[in-house]
Nanobody, 124 residues
Framework: QVQLVESGGGLVQAGGSLRLSCAASGRTFSGYSVGWFRQAPGKEREFVADIGWSGSMTNYADSVKGRFTISRDNGMDTVYLQMISLKPEDTAVYYC?????????????????WGQGTQVTVSS
């Protein structure tokens, strides 16, 4: 079992930045790829970014490419999502998820463990 806890969400003005953290406990985190997803009210959960277990492979949704950066510190069992140039349309609950595979992917059903989410609100 892997337990995931997100933190770092909050209220920020458009153009601002936030850094989300996803802290893991349980099994060795380095054996898991991790994805960030988000869900806005009335919308389906959507892929944001993912990172392979070595940290060498990353992928981003087109909507966040160039603004968000995913990274991981396996020694700290933590994955980060640095978000800059935030827009009101980035407002959502952000979730991290872990998958016991080298590559995570964009399909949320492929992930084995989920955190409880952290709210990000971007005001215009």
């Amino acid at each position: 079992q892997v337990q995931l806890v997100e933190s770092g969400g909050g209220l920020v003005q458009a153009g601002g930045s936030l850094r989300l953290s996803c802290a893991a406990s349980g099994r060795t985190f380095s054996g898991y790829s991790v994805g960030w997803f988000r869900q806005a009210p009335g919308k389906e959960r959507e892929f944001v970014a993912d990172i392979g277990w070595s940290g060498s492979m990353t992928n981003y949704a087109d909507s966040v490419k160039g603004r968000f950066t995913i990274s991981r510190d396996n020694g700290m069992d933590t994955v980060y999502l640095q978000m800059i140039s935030l827009k009101p349309e980035d407002t959502a609950v952000y979730y991290c998820a872990a998958r016991g595979a080298f590559y995570g992917g964009r399909d949320p059903t492929r992930y084995d463990y989920w955190g409880q989410g952290t709210q990000v609100t971007v005001s215009s």
